[in-house]
């Protein structure tokens, strides 16, 4: 086992049982450049386990980094050997590296936030990279059983919520992750099976509890969503209806006493189990 892994894992399970402290002597930023390489690790004891709730506690909790120091990170997350390192590849170990970091980024969201300091290309750039990570992503598993947790399409969605609530995303910006979403949802491959709908589900929810959007372009946006219902029957049209309902049911489940209207008639187009429907049901 190469020996600057095992060391970085020794001293992270270190640093956990010390509550996330260094010692004297110790600069976080010499693990900051570790964490990086190391953020997408094939094994989950490292990546899931060490690096990702090491982040946590240093971005969020301690916020051990400066601005400057989180523009930097911001950087290298965004560069092609992380947010793209081989994106639109399906099946391989690449997709823990991608997946991982949007995690990061959605942390780093969050201290933007509550605390902005992105000014207002930085924050262009960062949507526009992910968005573009969302919209191009192709590796949609969710729990892998050699590898652990994937979950590309859940852990896109957590950063995405961040991004909608941040005080720079306007009506425009919150039409344009709408539009990711419905990609995501319309991506006639994957039939998500790990609750990607429920983690979607919540940016709307998000985007209705703190009025971020219009109800009435929320509710148009799920009448649009559920068009798929009646487009010509196919595997990819299948998949796509069926993902489609079980986000609506999801978020209906949650928001239902608004645009319930809105919810019913999307489900109802999408739902070929329906009484009226059941004789064509093949």
């Known amino acids: 086992m190469n020996e600057i892994r095992t060391g970085l894992m020794d001293n992270l399970i270190r640093i956990e049982a010390e509550q996330y402290k260094l010692r004297e002597g110790e600069q976080h930023e010499a693990y900051l450049r570790l964490m990086l390489e190391y953020i997408g690790d094939p094994q989950p004891e490292l990546?899931?386990?060490?690096?990702?709730?090491?982040?946590?506690?240093?971005?969020?909790?301690q916020r051990v980094f400066t601005t400057d120091?989180?523009?930097?990170?911001?950087?290298?997350?965004?560069d092609k050997?992380?947010?793209?390192?081989?994106i639109g590849g399906l099946g391989d170990e690449t997709v823990f590296t991608r997946t991982f970091t949007t995690l990061?980024?959605?942390?780093?969201?969050?201290?933007?936030?509550?605390?902005?300091?992105?000014?207002a290309g930085e924050f262009q750039q960062l949507k526009t990279a992910l968005l573009r990570y969302y919209t191009e992503e192709r590796d949609l598993r969710g729990?892998?059983?050699?590898?652990?947790?994937?979950?590309?399409a859940a852990h896109g969605a957590d950063a995405l919520d961040e991004l909608v609530q941040c005080p720079e995303s306007d009506t425009r910006v919150q039409l344009e992750?709408?539009?990711?979403?419905?990609?995501?949802?319309q991506n006639g491959a994957h039939i998500f099976s790990d609750e990607e709908d429920e983690r979607?589900?919540?940016i709307v929810d998000t985007m209705l509890r703190h009025n971020l959007l219009a109800r009435e372009q929320i509710a148009e946006w799920l009448s649009s969503l559920a068009a798929c219902g009646s487009q010509p029957r196919s595997r990819s049209q299948y998949i796509n209806r069926v993902n489609c309902k079980n986000f609506v049911r999801s978020l209906y489940f949650r928001r239902g006493t608004e645009l319930k209207e809105a919810h019913l008639a999307a489900e109802a187009e999408l739902n070929r189990f329906r009484a009226a429907d059941i004789d064509f049901v093949q």
């Open 81 to 86: 050997r992380h947010l793209f390192y081989g």
């Open 200 to 202: 979607m589900a919540t």
């Open 177 to 185: 992750v709408l539009e990711a979403v419905r990609g995501m949802l």
């Open 104 to 119: 990061v980024i959605g942390l780093i969201l969050q201290r933007h936030r509550e605390q902005p300091f992105l000014n």
């Open 47 to 61: 990546r899931d386990e060490l690096i990702y709730p090491t982040f946590y506690e240093w971005i969020l909790k």
């Open 69 to 78: 120091e989180l523009r930097g990170i911001l950087t290298v997350l965004m």
């Open 143 to 152: 729990f892998v059983e050699q590898g652990g947790w994937a979950h590309s």
